[in-house]
């Protein structure tokens, strides 16, 4: 039985990949590198010692999908596929319903078609809208402050709506808070296109010097000292909540949610110090003013994760930026 992975070769997928194989699932990629690279799963395969087996496609492509699931025995869905800058949703939200939610759309209706009725949803915090308290409980009131939490939170209501229609589902709904980090080989990383819209990224390219200066989108928020707080979680340790929620699948959950993040808030000056204390890397920053649809802070209560699916972040910030680094410094131009 094979655990499809939609969007499996890019940043979270393929850091994912490596923990299924570690614990012997068999997979399928699916994914159309509109924002990822056919590198990235060559060095899975390098660290994994398992040649990927992929199929370029996009999940909007119901022929594709059904071919898929006529081919292979799929068990499961781990479904990350989808398009993530918050900025560039705000300018273009169509691409990003069309593409996060009328695609999430017809890979259900295939799921159903062949009875694959388990799925872990990439979910984001960006469906909590702007808190007025933290840290952000699973019951918190949803809402959203640009198109791509806009695009989650409608996937998000589709599939509790699936679940409503249909309780043969389980559906495991991840809410990341914010990814960084890399696999501690250095083979696999954050590679965007572009110009980084994630703050880890922008400070490696910095250190690198692929970049002259690191933008610091607001320092009057309300917060400590004045720039925005997140609660960022090493992409091992989040790669590492999927398999958990993979396997309460099976236990017959329904259709549940989950905060994947650390508990505790860095804001982003606090994150240039640890990277520069860490790396011994100067980051040259800029203030500028903020981005659209930014908030203040948001960082996550986990105990309900830690309980329900005996998952813990344990990699330090210091982890975090030195494993961001090492990738980082090995690949200065990313898997290209």
Not at 18 to 24: H, Q, R, S
Not at 47 to 58: C, L, Q, S, W
Not at 184 to 198: H, R, T, V
Not at 288 to 298: E, K, V
Request: hydrophobic share 35%; aromatic share 8%.
């Amino acid at each position: 039985m094979t655990v499809l992975v939609t969007g499996g070769a890019g940043y979270i997928g393929t850091h994912t990949l490596v923990e299924l194989i570690a614990a012997k699932k068999s997979v399928l990629v699916l994914d159309n590198y509109c924002n990822s690279s056919v590198k990235s799963l060559l060095k899975v395969t390098e660290i994994t010692g398992v040649k990927i087996p992929v199929i370029e496609g996009d999940i909007n492509d119901k022929e594709c999908l059904n071919n898929i699931f006529t081919q292979h025995d799929i068990e499961s869905v781990i479904h990350f596929a989808g398009l993530k800058a918050v900025g560039e949703s705000c300018e273009q939200p169509l691409k990003y319903y069309q593409n996060n939610v009328a695609g999430t759309l017809t890979l259900c209706e295939v799921m159903g078609k062949y009875n694959c009725k388990k799925i872990v949803f990439s979910s984001s915090a960006t469906v909590y809208g702007d808190p007025t308290t933290v840290p952000i409980t699973e019951s918190f009131p949803l809402s959203t402050t640009n198109p791509y939490g806009a695009s989650k939170l409608m996937v998000e209501n589709i599939l509790r709506d699936l679940y409503q229609s249909d309780n043969s589902w389980n559906i495991a709904i991840l809410r990341y808070f914010n990814p960084v980090g890399a696999h501690q080989s250095g083979l696999i990383g954050e590679d965007p296109n572009d110009i980084p819209n994630n703050l880890m990224p922008f400070i490696t390219q910095v250190a690198v010097g692929k970049r002259e200066f690191l933008s610091v989108f607001g320092d009057d928020y309300d917060t400590k000292d004045g720039s925005g707080v997140r609660d960022y979680i090493h992409v091992v340790d989040l790669a590492k909540g999927h398999l958990k929620a993979l396997g309460k699948l099976e236990k017959n959950i329904g259709c549940v949610e989950y905060n994947l993040g650390t508990g505790s808030g860095v804001s982003v000056l606090e994150m240039v110090s640890a990277f520069e204390s860490v790396n011994g890397q100067k980051v040259p920053y800029k203030i500028t003013d903020r981005r659209p649809g930014d908030i203040a802070c948001c960082f996550a209560q986990t105990d309900f994760a830690e309980n329900e699916l005996n998952w813990k972040a344990e990699k330090s910030l210091s982890d975090m930026m030195a494993d961001a680094w090492n990738w980082q410094k090995n690949n200065p131009n990313g898997y290209e």
